[in-house]
């Protein structure tokens, strides 16, 4: 059974991203498929992960 978990805010500057990163590895490290979406056009969470 799978999980959802979202992080959203409309406030900018939160750390919405940067909990994502941290949330997605730690899980993952834990042995966990971890899928990260990234629904936002800036896509910093996708270059955080490596993806220009
Ligand atoms: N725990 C923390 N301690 C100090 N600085 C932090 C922490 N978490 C995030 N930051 C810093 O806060 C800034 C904003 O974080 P982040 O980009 O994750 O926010 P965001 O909510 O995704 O922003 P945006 O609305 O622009 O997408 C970044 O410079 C990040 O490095
Ligand atoms: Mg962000």
Redesign the pocket.
């Known amino acids: 059974m799978c999980k959802v978990i979202i992080c959203a805010?409309q406030k900018?500057?939160?750390?919405?991203?940067?909990?994502v990163v941290n949330l997605g590895i730690g899980l993952a490290n834990k042995g966990k498929r971890v899928l990260v979406i990234d629904n936002?056009p800036?896509g910093?969470l996708t270059e955080a992960l490596g993806y220009p």
């Open positions: 805010n900018g500057g939160v750390a919405k991203s940067t909990s936002d800036q910093s």
